[in-house]
């Protein structure tokens, strides 16, 4: 197979956008399938069977979020692939910032809060084509854009709502795209201390004690910062640092029952 050649690949074109989709993660995954070159991005006003993180649904009304995937091929290994959504979310966190003047933070693995609550989630998944170098993204990122009743039921908050003022899908996207192709630079190549150094600065629950869930398994300790592939760095109850790759971030000593 051909190793990608990203030299002209730009995120963010094309630019695909539809009404009405199931989910941008599945279209974007069949573009990918028939060579749509990396950058692609499809993006959908509505989708009718969305996906979050877990296996969860995630809806939001029509044209009150903006809702893409991006086809990506970064020809990186495959330890590095998965710091990918926590890049995402530092370029997803900084347009939230810009946006709305008030701090946002990164709950690891992958999502982004303003003032404790959810603004924006991101969904990676990597569809191996032989060997890592040849792997395919797709990196999906919803970001709430206007308040609603979704978000009101799951105490999030939405761009509007943290700036006080109207906020455009349009001029997220925009925002959006500068920042993710900064981060990709970084994370195809470029030095990506700065982007690190970023992140664990915007990591929330920093030096506070939280529990992950993964499966059947809970772990407790503080959030002390972040390992060079994204991996968290706990320190457990005993003070032994442990880097975690996957899971469920809950404040608080337990894990809350679903
Ligand atoms: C999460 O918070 O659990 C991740 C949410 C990811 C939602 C986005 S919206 C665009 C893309 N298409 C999907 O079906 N999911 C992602």
């Not at 296996?55 to 009304?61: H, L, Q, S, T, V």
């Not at 084509?129 to 999906?140: E, Q, R, S, V």
């Not at 929330?204 to 002390?224: F, N, Q, S, W």
Request: charged share 20%; glycine share 10%; hydrophobic share 45%.
């Amino acid at each position: 197979m051909a190793i990608p050649d990203r030299t002209s690949a730009i995120i963010g074109r094309p630019l695909i956008r539809f009404d009405r989709v199931a989910s941008t993660m599945d279209v974007a995954a069949r573009l990918a399938a028939l060579g749509s070159p990396e950058g692609t991005i499809v993006e959908a006003d509505l989708q009718t069977a969305g996906r979050g993180r877990g296996g969860r649904r995630w809806y939001a009304p029509a044209g009150s979020a903006l809702m893409v995937s991006i086809i990506l091929r970064p020809g990186v290994s495959a330890a590095r692939l998965v710091s990918m959504s926590l890049l995402a979310g530092l370029a997803v966190a900084n347009v939230a910032e810009a946006i709305t003047s008030q701090p946002a933070t990164i709950k690891w693995p992958n999502d982004v809060l303003i003032d404790g609550r959810k603004v924006a989630g991101i969904l990676l998944h990597s569809r191996t084509m032989g060997d890592a170098p040849n792997a395919c993204l797709i990196l999906g990122i919803g970001i709430n854009v206007r308040v609603t009743s979704a978000t009101r039921a799951f105490n999030a908050t939405s761009l509007d709502e943290a700036a006080g003022d109207r906020v455009y899908v349009g001029d997220v996207r925009h925002r959006l795209v500068v920042e993710l192709r900064a981060v990709y630079r970084a994370f195809t190549g470029g030095d990506l201390a700065p982007a690190w150094a970023e992140l664990t600065d915007r990591l929330a629950y920093r030096d506070r004690e939280v529990t992950i869930v993964d499966g059947e398994r809970a772990l407790r300790g503080m959030v002390t910062g972040l390992g060079e592939n994204g991996e968290l760095l706990l320190r457990r109850p005993d003070g032994v640092i442990q880097s975690i790759i996957s899971g469920e971030m809950v404040r608080g000593p337990r894990p809350v029952a679903s």
